[in-house]
């Protein structure tokens, strides 16, 4: 009886129009909360560990991987740019910027992930859109470096106001995004079960 109950409460709490945006808010926060406080790493440091276990692999070969993509790419179209050892990229005036692990974008990807898997939808639609919203992150963030790595060529003072602010708040609009288009176009599951 009590577990009817339950049930009846959440399919009506689901209901609201507003509900989506409740469980967003709390798969967001609670992505975030265990991050925060899992995955330990000074951001300028090589070495990142989750509960004790290292894993700096994935972090710092992401971290490389961006930092000579970045580096091909600007000098293909025309800066003279510099790769360093630490995944630091000068320019010729001296300015630069130095590519650490939290600049991989995995973050972004995993709270992707959790934000897509626990929420409400059909499991074969989160098998195609969880890795294609990761591949949009993973573009975005190329994106996102190289725009603050050629801004910095000539404007190293805006650094932090592109990196810490613009940019930190459009990948998180980016996640919203297309969490929302998972909710409006792809988490409803059709009356003949598909």
């Known amino acids: ?24 808010m709390v798969i967001l926060i609670i992505a975030h909360f265990f991050w925060k406080f899992t995955v330990i790493g000074d951001e300028s440091d ?6 004790g276990l290292n894993i700096s692999g994935p972090f710092n070969f992401m971290a490389d991987h961006i930092a000579h993509t970045v580096h091909k790419f600007l000098n293909f179209v025309g800066y003279t740019l510099n790769f360093e050892p630490n995944n630091i990229l000068r320019f010729e ?10 600049c991989s974008g995995i973050k ?13 939808g059909p499991l074969n639609k989160k098998l195609w859109y969880i890795p294609l919203g990761i591949l949009v992150i993973y573009l975005f963030n190329l994106f996102r470096i190289t725009v603050i790595t ?29 969490w929302i ?10 009356s003949d079960g598909k």
């Open 181 to 190: 288009l998972w909710d409006e176009k792809f988490s409803k599951i059709k």
């Open 93 to 102: 005036n001296g300015n630069a910027v130095r590519i650490v692990w939290a």
């Open 46 to 51: 090589l070495a990142v560990s989750f509960f």
């Open 1 to 24: 009886m009590m577990i009817n109950s339950i049930k009846k409460k959440i399919r009506l709490f689901r209901e609201k129009p507003w509900s989506g945006a409740v469980y967003f």
């Open 150 to 178: 050629a801004v910095v060529h000539n404007h190293q003072q805006l650094f932090d106001l592109i990196h810490e602010h613009l940019f930190k708040y459009l990948f998180y609009a980016l996640i919203f995004g297309m």
């Open 108 to 120: 972004q990807a995993y709270i992707f992930f959790f934000l897509i898997a626990l929420y409400r």
